[in-house]
């Protein structure tokens, strides 16, 4: 037996014989549908897709690409704007998969299907009935409620667009909600009635909105008198001669469980919602979830079908699609339903053969059979099954159960299971999308999100000496405060450019360099996520840098992390929800002591064992780093970066980040203020521009020292560390903390704490000028040192109490 739905006859032509059903309209109708004869009371016949990848397995391409076309065409309909601001709702359960797609052409959309399963603890958005299925109760559960609350255009995508009774009762049950301006319908068929457009005319009309319809080919199914008795008639007479598919003696394919690697927090499909950040996090993961399957794969197999399971239908589609670019064999995708349909093996036929199965995932309308059909009788020599995790239960392996079913036709059936996605409850709520210029932060919008909460509003600023105090008596933590910003004298400023100047062709080589190694070692398209703020001005250029060179769009986040309190663990969450964890690469300016390093891969380490989130990767990528903490890095030399001469006005004008109780809550991103005021004094731009100048010239120098460093040991040694705790010794300090190595760090000592004395590498040059001239500003001395691993060394006033100041503010010596 052959299931190929022509066989040079239209897979419609033995219904149409027998029960005179004709189908009028565009040529290509015939093309993308067939018929057969449906096990339901309510109409006898049904349309069966070719295109769809549901009851016909067809190529992935295929089925992709009808949603894809779909989705264009309501781009071009509804113009830029509006198509930014629409949302795609698909239909469950045949239309789950072609709503993603009709997503996908649209552009930046996010995507919700309907669904039958209902989720404990998911309040319902909204619901309607669908008159003529089976299953009539369709489900509406975002995650976020603000899906179907919005105003843009709502895109309804179906299959077939038959009476339009469905489509009027979800418009009916949302606009009565929400109401919009604008909604499409989108199908891969529009079989109406002249009747039934002027009924949604109508209602357009009633309702105020504009309904627009778009669809590949539209056409009618002219039914004659009594089409529903002798349908029925039909199926009872046929049921009797044509059973479910035996299964063959002695047949019993191996059965291979196959693990994905799917990203951890990332939805299995649109039942709550799926962003554009999740298509780019599932488009990035792929590659890698095909490989693992492709490796299962027998070599010698020559037709393989991925076959999805019932809602689940993108997921597959889109692993099949994957798999079809990359196998040496023909692909086919097609997916299980509960639709139960008279099978016929007969080219004229739709549905040649079925195998029936009992329901797997404990549906809450109770057990019974489910269905996979056109698969017995393929000729498969694999297929790879592809469920969620709620129905990989113990009746998917039982041995009347899917995979029994599938082993009895094909030699080698694999499962793959996707993890079901369970939305945020109560004690883990969604958390906002990542802040952006110009609202917060002078950087353009696509240069960072920062995943902080704007504190602009509370005053934070604490006099520096009152701040150290506080710190070194146990009163409280450094981030609880902020320092008052540094206005620099024109002096200073002055002096800020002359080092950028002097340093911007050598940061772009740097830049240059921990960027090519990112992308060699770490991930071919990294997600940067920088340590605000001194790692934000570095995550931008990287982010330049890979745009610059490799024509790479790169996301770029800032993230808090506070040295005793570790890493935000709600960004963590975020990030983790949006992108695949293992393409995380965190980002800082440079390495001090390394104790920031420390930090991050013991909160990485807790992180993980509490949230279950696995896949982050501790080790920060950095400009420079002179205490040898790091593997990933520009360069090793303590120089000076401009950037850590200044504080908010070479950092967007982002404040250093805040963690207090009564401000950030357990479900909060540590908070930051916004220093609009300081506009006037902002070289935040001007920084990045004056590096990003010099990229064009960096590049071989750039390719050399990638080629020597990636074949270099450059496993960390700490000397940092061990050369402060010499100094904390020696100096009678008796406190690394308080010791702050390299030029950025001694900088920060000098312009947010009370600093006691810097120490200074015999023989300096120009990238101590700033720390002399703000050294001199504090009436702090410069002590030289001839044995020093670093260009300079900031210690911090130790004991200090306001006492141990002049009467002028000025360091004392003790």
Not at 605 to 625: C, K, N, Q, S
Not at 672 to 694: G, I, M, N
Request: proline residues 7%; hydrophobic residues 40%.
């Amino acid at each position: 037996m052959n299931n190929a739905v022509n066989d040079g006859v239209w897979s419609g032509s033995w219904v149409a014989e027998r029960l005179g059903v004709r189908l009028t309209g565009d040529d290509a109708l015939t093309d993308l549908v067939g018929l057969a004869l449906r096990r339901n009371p309510k109409r006898a016949h049904l349309l069966v897709s070719n295109v769809l990848g549901k009851h016909v397995p067809q190529s992935p391409a295929v089925v992709h690409g009808q949603g894809v076309a779909l989705g264009r065409r309501v781009r071009e309909l509804l113009g830029e704007q509006e198509s930014a601001e629409a949302v795609v709702l698909g239909y469950a359960e045949t239309a789950t998969g072609l709503g993603h797609s009709v997503a996908d052409g649209l552009g930046a959309a996010p995507c919700l299907h309907s669904t039958r399963r209902p989720v404990p603890g998911v309040a319902a958005a909204g619901g309607f009935e669908e008159s003529h299925s089976h299953a009539t109760s369709h489900l509406l559960l975002p995650e976020d409620p603000a899906l179907l609350a919005g105003t843009g255009p709502l895109v309804l995508v179906d299959d077939e667009f038959s009476t339009g009774n469905t489509i009027l009762n979800t418009i009916r049950d949302l606009h009565g909600r929400h109401p919009r301006k604008r909604y499409v319908v989108v199908a891969l068929v529009d079989m109406r009635s002249p009747g039934d457009a002027r009924r949604l005319n109508a209602f357009a009309a009633e309702t105020g909105a504009r309904v627009d319809v778009v669809a590949t080919a539209s056409g009618t199914a002219i039914l004659p008198e009594g089409v529903l008795e002798r349908g029925q008639e039909l199926v009872a007479r046929h049921e009797t001669t044509a059973p479910d598919t035996d299964t063959p003696p002695g047949a019993a394919g191996r059965i291979t469980r196959v693990e994905l690697h799917w990203p951890a927090g990332l939805p299995d499909g649109g039942r709550h919602g799926f962003t554009p950040a999740h298509r780019d996090r599932l488009e990035r993961a792929l590659p890698g979830m095909a490989a693992r399957v492709a490796e299962a794969i027998p070599t010698d197999a020559r037709r393989v079908l991925v076959l999805g399971f019932e809602e689940l239908m993108y997921a597959p589609l889109r692993l099949a699609g994957e798999l079809e670019r990359g196998l040496d064999a023909e692909v086919r995708y097609s997916t299980t339903t509960r639709s139960p349909v008279l099978a016929v093996d007969d080219p004229g036929y739709a549905i040649r053969s079925r195998l029936a199965f009992p329901a797997h995932d404990d549906p809450a309308d109770g057990p019974g059979e489910r269905y996979a059909y056109n698969v017995a009788g393929g000729d498969f020599d694999a297929v790879v099954a592809v469920v969620d995790s709620v129905a990989d239960t113990a009746a998917l392996h039982a041995p009347d159960g899917l995979l029994a079913r599938l082993a009895a036709h094909a030699p080698h059936v694999l499962l793959a299971v996707v993890p079901s996605y369970v939305p945020s409850d109560e004690r883990s709520p969604m958390l906002p999308e990542p802040l952006r210029g110009p609202a917060f932060s002078s950087y353009p919008p696509d240069e960072v999100g920062w995943l902080l909460q704007d504190l602009s509003d509370v005053t934070l600023e604490a006099p520096t000496e009152e701040r150290e105090e506080a710190i070194q008596s146990g009163g409280a933590h450094y981030a609880e405060s902020l320092p008052v910003e540094y206005q620099p004298t024109e002096q200073y400023q002055a002096l800020f450019h002359a080092a950028l100047d002097e340093s911007a062709e050598r940061l772009a080589r740097a830049v240059g360099v921990v960027t090519e190694t990112v992308i060699a070692e770490r991930s071919p398209r990294p997600v940067l996520v920088s340590l605000a703020r001194a790692g934000t001005p570095v995550g931008v250029l990287m982010r330049r840098w890979a745009a610059h060179r490799h024509g790479l769009d790169l996301p770029h986040y800032a993230v808090s992390i506070v040295r005793g309190r570790g890493i935000d663990a709600n960004a963590l969450r975020w990030l983790a929800a949006h992108h695949d964890p293992r393409d995380v690469v965190f980002v800082d300016g440079w390495t001090g002591k390394g104790a920031i390093s420390r930090e991050l891969a013991q909160a990485i380490e807790e992180f993980e064992a509490t949230e279950g989130i696995t896949g982050f990767d501790p080790e920060i990528a950095v400009l420079a780093d002179p205490g040898s903490c790091v593997r990933t890095y520009g360069t090793r030399d303590d120089f000076l970066i401009p950037s850590a001469c200044l504080n908010s006005t070479v950092s967007g004008l982002i404040s250093r980040t805040v963690l207090r109780a009564d401000l950030v809550g357990p479900n909060d991103f540590h908070g930051a203020k916004f220093y609009r005021e300081l506009a006037p004094a902002d070289v935040s731009t001007a920084f990045l521009d004056a590096v990003c100048a010099h990229f064009p010239a960096a590049a071989d120098a750039v390719d050399a020292a990638v080629k020597e460093l990636l074949a270099a040991d450059r496993t960390p040694t700490w000397e940092g560390w061990a050369a402060v705790e010499r100094i904390s010794e020696e100096y009678g300090i008796h406190d690394v903390n308080l010791v702050k190595p390299g030029v950025g760090e001694t900088t920060r000592v000098l312009l947010r704490r009370v600093p006691w004395k810097i120490l200074a590498r015999a023989g300096a040059g120009a990238d101590l000028a700033h720390v002399r001239l703000l050294a001199e500003q504090r009436g702090v001395p410069v002590e030289e040192v001839a044995e020093l691993p670093y260009t300079c060394v900031g210690l911090i006033h130790p004991k200090y109490t306001r006492g141990a100041t002049g009467a002028d503010g000025k360091a004392v010596t003790l």
